[in-house]
T-cell receptor
Framework: EPEVTQTPSHQVTQMGQEVILRCVPI?????FYWYRQILGQKVEFLVS????????KSEIFDDQFSVERPDGSNFTLKIRSTKLEDSAMYFC????????????????FGPGTRLLVL | GQNIDQPTEMTATEGAIVQINCTYQ??????LFWYQQHAGEAPTFLSY????GLEEKGRFSSFLSRSKGYSYLLLKELQMKDSASYLC?????????????FGAGTRLAVHP
């Protein structure tokens, strides 16, 4: 069964450094998302991406964050200058977004990248 | 504003039935998802309700009442492996684009 994959599984970085988190969405999906989950807290929406542009972003997704689809398969989240409070699990998700089918709306999540900023 | 409420913790016995409730007040409501999340892992899809009523899928059922802003997840014949967090998530659409707004999750402990 197709699945969303993410690399790396864990990333440790120093405050102020740039990190790039990578995701490979399910191949026939058109909509891509990033969510984050701070330890012990709820899953929070960061950004959605469709047709090579951001479709919606949350207040969390400030100028330090950017997303890109550099080729036909990868979807990346970049944090330019990491802060301690960026430490969290980052989940990538994708969906077909076929509104004629319930399954087309379902967002499937990758296994996550655990980011620790020191 | 967006508000999703679900109990923080529940406990149940193996073989029993448990109902996890979720109430919501959100804009752009298009449906409600339930996800299961084991500690340190990704949310995995359980169910999606768009219309009012009950959706049954094996041991798991989910109910939605849009007028009441209420949903529940029903787990039957509980197994030890069902110990996990259960996340209620509103599917919100605005401007044609969609996102999930999650509740804080209900941590379910199943004991023998």
């Amino acid at each position: 069964e197709p699945e969303v994959t993410q690399t790396p599984s864990h990333q440790v970085t120093q405050m102020g450094q740039e990190v790039i988190l990578r995701c490979v969405p399910i191949s026939n999906h058109l909509y891509f998302y990033w969510y984050r989950q701070i330890l012990g807290q709820k899953v929070e929406f960061l950004v959605s991406f469709y047709n090579n542009e951001i479709s919606e972003k949350s207040e969390i997704f400030d100028d330090q964050f950017s997303v890109e689809r550099p080729d036909g398969s990868n979807f990346t989240l970049k944090i330019r200058s990491t802060k301690l409070e960026d430490s969290a699990m980052y989940f990538c998700a994708s969906s077909e977004r076929d509104r004629d089918r319930v399954s087309g709306e379902t967002q499937y999540f990758g296994p996550g990248t655990r980011l620790l900023v020191l | 504003g967006q508000n999703i409420d679900q109990p923080t913790e529940m406990t149940a016995t193996e073989g029993a039935i448990v109902q996890i409730n979720c109430t919501y007040q959100t804009s752009g409501f298009n449906g409600l998802f339930w996800y299961q999340q084991h500690a340190g892992e990704a949310p995995t899809f359980l169910s999606y309700n768009v219309l009012d009523g009950l959706e049954e899928k094996g041991r798991f059922s989910s109910f939605l009442s849009r007028s009441k802003g209420y949903s529940y997840l029903l787990l039957k014949e509980l197994q030890m492996k069902d110990s996990a967090s259960y996340l209620c998530a509103v599917h919100s659409i605005s401007g044609g684009y969609n996102k999930l707004i999650f509740g804080a999750g209900t941590r379910l402990a199943v004991h023998p």
